[in-house]
């Protein structure tokens, strides 16, 4: 038996209705989804920043920490050292100057280059970068080559000051460590036993800063050209050095668990 129109359309329309039913349904449905990842995502950003803001639960950890972070590795020191290296065994063989710089700037440019193919932080041959052509500036501008080492001399010296008078002052540089990671730059002052250790760690600080000074500065005033020895001191006494200090501060800070308390505008 065959089906009039009237019934055919009504069956068209309940199908109509249904399949209008099942779109909103979906929609909904895709929306909570949305709403949930969207949740979820946040709940994930929480997590993680509380995780970041208590990464360090001692003062002597955010210290630790910090502090590697600003050496750079074994890549670092090799990226200082190398433009170093290369100006100044340029110049032991060559007795030119401007081949020397070339050299120097050379390296520190290579050292570049490769960083940026390998998409990887280029602070540290950028600092190495910068120091050459600074230094390449001053031997340039005399003909002298052991004029390239008065910037280090000059910069040394101006760290020491700046570290002393932090220190005299009762602002000693390394508190500003501690504020960076707790949110609040000043708080740490407020404490007796925190304000006397970043002390003892700047004093720390200072002293390869100070050592580079009185070796360095007489070798350059000496008479004839002491550029060999100067970069030879100048390679000697800069990480190394530098990760001696390093060596010592882990040690006064291994002997210490100081309670990190947050800043007031920390979560």
């Known amino acids: 038996m065959s089906e009039g129109p009237a019934a055919t359309g009504a069956a068209a329309?309940?199908?109509?209705?249904?399949?209008?039913?099942?779109?909103?349904?979906?929609?909904?449905?895709?929306?909570?989804?949305?709403?949930?990842?969207?949740?979820?995502?946040a709940d994930g950003g929480a997590t993680a920043a509380a995780r970041g803001g208590s990464a360090h639960d001692t003062v002597e950890?955010?210290?630790?920490?910090?502090?590697?972070?600003?050496l750079g590795g074994v890549r670092g020191m090799v990226e200082a050292a190398v433009p170093t290296i290369g100006f100044t065994a340029t110049y032991v063989v060559t007795h030119e100057v401007r081949t020397a710089v070339t050299v120097g700037i050379g390296a520190a440019v290579l050292l570049l280059a490769v960083r940026l193919v390998q998409r990887s932080n280029p602070q540290f041959v950028l600092n190495s970068l910068l120091g050459i052509a600074i230094a390449a500036f001053f031997a340039l501008r005399s003909g002298k080559a052991e004029d390239a080492f008065m910037p280090g001399i000059l910069v040394n010296a101006g760290y020491g000051v700046a570290m002393l008078v932090s220190i005299?002052?009762?602002?000693?540089?390394?508190?500003?460590?501690?504020?960076?990671?707790?949110?609040?730059?000043?708080?740490?002052?407020?404490?007796?036993?925190?304000?006397?250790?970043?002390?003892?760690?700047?004093?720390?600080?200072?002293?390869?800063?100070?050592?580079?000074?009185?070796?360095?500065?007489?070798?350059?005033?000496?008479?004839?050209?002491?550029?060999?020895?100067?970069?030879?001191?100048?390679?000697?006494m800069g990480w190394p050095l530098q990760v001696a200090a390093l060596a010592v501060m882990v040690w006064v800070l291994a002997r210490g668990r100081t309670p990190l308390r947050p800043g007031p505008g920390a979560r």
Do not use: H, M, N
């Open 13 to 41: 329309e309940t199908e109509s209705a249904e399949t209008e039913t099942a779109k909103a349904e979906t929609a909904k449905a895709a929306e909570s989804a949305d709403a949930a990842d969207a949740a979820e995502g």
């Open 168 to 236: 005299l002052a009762r602002w000693p540089v390394v508190g500003f460590i501690i504020g960076s990671v707790t949110g609040d730059p000043t708080g740490w002052r407020s404490d007796p036993q925190i304000l006397r250790l970043c002390s003892r760690l700047t004093w720390i600080l200072l002293a390869p800063c100070v050592l580079r000074v009185v070796v360095q500065y007489p070798i350059y005033l000496a008479d004839g050209d002491q550029s060999a020895l100067l970069g030879a001191t100048k390679i000697a």
């Open 61 to 70: 950890a955010a210290v630790r920490a910090q502090l590697s972070k600003a």
